[in-house]
């Protein structure tokens, strides 16, 4: 087995490792110390977490350690049992990582070619369930591996298999594993939504075309009234599919420049919000009657106007940093009506997570805030800048999981511990 130097730093001892055969691990999902998908558990972007520091020292929460050698990119972490997973784009191929929870590499997988056009980088977070690995590519190419060794189970190709068209940026949503089948969005005329086998890669079912490309969001789950439905947005609408048998339920167009259709739709109580850069965020009514559904929309305002940061739902409010039509700042809207609470400035446009009454907000330019989570003010009690180093912007979302804060940028990933300590 050839060895692939790695490089990970505690605190502020260097070292140099390698990675060595598998270590034993057990990758789980759904224990306390786990966010085995994008935006954990339940893909709420919430963390339940307790006993997390409410402010930081000026330089920031301790950094345990510094991974680095995972490769470019914007996916953000996944863990699961006592590992930690993500992507990176490294020597023009697509690499799949597994960490220790140290920082240490246990296994390195490629799957496909790397994006190399506008924006490089990798895009999709891995999906554990149990002992398996899911993930897709910006080309389309999607694998199951085994988590604890990297072993390769199976890969299919959607845009080669449903005969459809990358878009601009790349393929970069997250895949679902709904039961035992893996959610994914090729779009092109043959069919928006597909669910393949979890054990084989096979075609269970595929929707309709809704007549669009893929968009660049992750599928979400929701059920109303008896009728479970799949939701994501394609490159020009929002849409629903049964997850039972793919047929596709209602489509609600959704029209942005340059069909920038990122964030993944956030369901609540007969309700599904979708927000869009320069289109602005909408909530919609679901009816359903028997197997079938339709949408109407409740309010729409421009002022949220989410990029790919990603937003949070709590207590019956909406955050989440705009793109163009507030100019980058940091937004609360009311869920049943759209009213705008704050607009703030914040530490400026980014992504963000949720944890023990906390918002974690995350800057393009590399500077983490600890805001209070309420609709009366956005509140900066604590913030830092993360290393210089990583290429490009710092998109990729923070996690919170087992205590620690996690930040990817580029190569690198950070690890902070942000447990509060009895005085």
Known sequence: MQLTPVSVVWGTAFCTLLVLPPLASSARGGEASDWPQFHGPRRDNRSTETGLLKHW??????????????????????????AIYTSGDRDHKTVISALDRDGRVRWQVENGEAWEASQPGSRGTPTIDGDRLYHENAHGSVVCLDAKTGKRHWGVNLLEEFHAKNINWGLAESVLIDGDRVICCPGGPEAAMVALDEHTGRTVWKSA??????????????????????FTLTSRAAIAVNPDNGDLLWRFEQVTPFDENIGMPIYHDGHVLVSTRTTG?????????????????????????????????????????????????WICVEWNTGKVMYVERGV???SLTYADGMLYTLSENRTLGLVRATPTGHEVVSQFKIPAGGEGPSWAHPVVCGGRLYIRHSDFLYAYDIRERER
């Open 281 to 329: 965020t909408v909530l919609l009514k679901l009816h359903v009657e028997g197997k079938t559904a339709s949408v109407s929309e409740v309010w729409r305002s421009k002022v949220l106007d989410n990029h790919h940061g990603g937003l949070v739902l709590l207590d019956g409010y909406v955050y989440g940093s705009s793109h163009v039509n507030s100019q980058g700042k």
């Open 57 to 82: 020292p000026p330089k920031g929460p301790p950094l345990v350690w510094t991974a680095r050698g995972l490769g470019h990119g914007f996916a953000t972490v996944a863990l699961a049992g006592d």
């Open 348 to 350: 400026g446009k980014g």
């Open 209 to 230: 075309s809704a007549g669009d490309l893929a968009g660049y969001a992750s599928p979400s789950l929701g059920e109303y009234q008896g009728l479970r439905m799949l």
